[in-house]
């Protein structure tokens, strides 16, 4: 048995279990959005963090990294792990990764994808969409067990980056986010 899961957002660069491949590649049909609240990763009940979740988008891809994991066991630990992980994502849909952008016959199929649904009743964590400056002032201000809501930002869109692939949403919001810290730490220097 051999299980295929999609990361998007910070499993691109932690995937935090073991996996025998990785393939950079996208999904068709979805892009990537900062409408996911995190209450408890990049944000607290009382203040949640922004994280992206897909939506879906006709003619739109969604690029991120595939993790091939082999062996019962290892596809054990690594669900368990995920479950725990992803638990505000309250979807998991299969579909399919092209590693080209002219393939018409995907790189693999099937292959697993959390997603955190825009229903309230299901996901009570969903914010939805909101504008730059919004986004940028609440994620400017969260911070969670796994550190602050800027630094899973500024570390996507790195290993976006790093991919080749220039996520004009996640762009434009992390250079929001840095104008807002830079007149923060100018404002609080000018008091001093």
Not at 43 to 54: A, F, M, S
Not at 102 to 109: E, M, N, Q, R
Request: glycine content about 8%; proline content about 5%.
């Amino acid at each position: 048995m051999v299980l295929w899961v999609f990361g998007y957002g910070s499993l691109i660069w932690k995937a935090g279990f073991h996996y025998d491949d990785r393939l950079i590649g996208f999904i068709k049909g979805y892009h990537r959005v900062f409408y996911q609240g995190s209450t408890d990763h990049r944000g607290t009940p009382e203040y949640p963090g922004r994280t992206v979740t897909l939506e879906p988008c006709d003619g739109e891809v969604c690029w991120g990294v595939a993790y091939k994991v082999s062996g019962e066991e290892d596809e054990q630990i690594a669900l368990t792990y995920l479950e725990v992980r992803e638990k505000q994502y309250d979807m998991q849909v299969y579909l399919d990764l092209f590693t080209e952008p002219d393939a018409s016959t995907p790189a693999v199929s099937g292959i697993l994808v959390y997603i955190a649904s825009p229903d309230k009743k299901l996901n009570k964590n969903y914010l939805g969409p909101a504008s730059m400056e919004e986004m940028a002032n609440q994620i400017v201000h969260a911070e969670g067990p796994s550190g602050p809501n800027r630094d899973y930002v500024f570390q996507l869109e790195k290993a976006l980056l790093k991919l080749g692939c220039e996520d004009k949403h996640v762009m434009e919001l992390a250079e929001t986010v840095r104008q807002k810290l830079s007149g923060r730490e100018l404002t609080n220097s000018q008091v001093e």
